[in-house]
């Protein structure tokens, strides 16, 4: 019992602490995650915390990842990914080899470690980690589509970088290496993490769509969360990761598509909480678990390492992305997107949760360990906290200022009306008399009719800010009919076929509406080259 007060008393501190960073970095050009780190290795040199808790890969993988990864995934918007998905997989996939073996042989040749021994830190620290990009990712505010990229490599190639880990691994402990059977791993545990995470997801998104009870629904999700990675690694020994990631798209585009307004708010305002609580604690946790003096007696190995890995990250961005323009007239990814994804490749929960998991009996582990810390800490306080200075020097975090206008008139439009309607209410109810209701009514009205033209004007010269207006409402237009859907079928007023037959005729009017998006999208990549 005492022991369960301690790790409380712990956790209690910890939450403390994090809310008082998250309410200073409000007033400090910061990320996030970044000043986690920082105030845990305060914390930890200053001694002014102890360190009752210590950082396993169960820990990590089964306890905080879960959540972390199925909240970026539950908020990613699919129709952006489907359209990003080229570039991602690429670096999701043969990219991580590469840089694996990049790293590899730059670490066996700057330290002298056996290759194969360097091989596991290549694979360990392939991957960006998805814990670390996606909070980075938003708390900028970088492109969207930009985003989406940056996400959906992230939570992607956790899988391949897990799979050729176990790979190298074992032909370093047994000296044995076979491609076919690694090829074999790979598409077993990769696909089979998918499939796991696409029938649970379906699944859950179906009982979302149906149930009208928010706190069972959101139970569901929660639910879905940590029995997706449990099932998939425990029962089936596949990928986790993955089967969280595509549990988290199919329940967060299928599921509250057809969903009740009520419903969609508890989910987002539950999920935004975990993902704050679990990524709060866990970088505090790795900041307080960093062991300085360690680090400095490993400075060497470190340096050749952080080295080695931008340039690894750097072949796999500026050497693959020019294959998603085969076939294409402009490119998929444009060039200053490459540059913000090679130095957006932050390491953090992944690695280390990899790093941790190392066998006793590999040659060197304590150094793989120090090389990963290093690492982290590099990409995390020196990556991460520069990396705003690169998206405004590359105009990335810019808005054109038509839009911004836009964005403003909008913006004063509602608020006009809704102070209209306020005084409206207050004129009914006597509080206002037809003398003071009159003067305010047509000093309002003056106004709105202002900002209409002005917003009218703003269409007339940049026609593209309608058409996209357009789209956005037909969409609204189309997931409302799909909500009204969902709720009928709940009332009993439409059969199951009736329901299906329906909601496949909204679901084509939404393909066709991507398809124009796309051509729109193509557009806005062209002016970017």
Known sequence: MEGFLVTETFIVLMVMVATLVAIAVRRIRLPYTVSLVLVGLFLSVQRFVAIDMELTPELILAIFVPPLIFEAAFHLDFRLLRQNLAPILLLAVPGVILTTLLIGGLVSAGTGLLLSTATVFGALIAATDPVAVVQLARHLGVPRRLAVAIEGESLFNDGTAMVVFQIAVTAAISGVFNPLAGLMDFLVVALGGMAVGGILGWV???????????????????????GAYLIAEHQFHVSGVLAVVVAGLLSGNVGLAKAAPTTKIMLFNLWDFLAFLANSLLFLMIGLSVNLPELWANLGPIAVAVVAVLLGRAAAVYGLSWLTHLGRSEPQVPPRWR????????RGAISLALALSIPFTLPQRDTLLSMTFGVMLFTLLVQGSSIQFLLRRLGLTERPAHRLAQERKMGRLFTARAGLGRLQRLHGEGLLTDEMWSGLRDDYHQAQDQLVEDINQLYADHPELERELLLQARRDALQAERGALGDALRRGLLSDRTYEELSEDI????????????????GWTRTEV
């Open 507 to 522: 679901d084509h009017r939404l393909e066709a509406l991507d398809m124009i998006e796309a051509n729109i999208h193509q």
């Open 204 to 226: 859950v998104a179906q009982l979302v769509a149906r149930i009208d009870d928010r706190l069972i629904v959101t139970t569901l999700t929660t639910l879905l969360a940590y």
């Open 339 to 346: 540059h913000v994804l090679f130095w957006g490749g932050l």
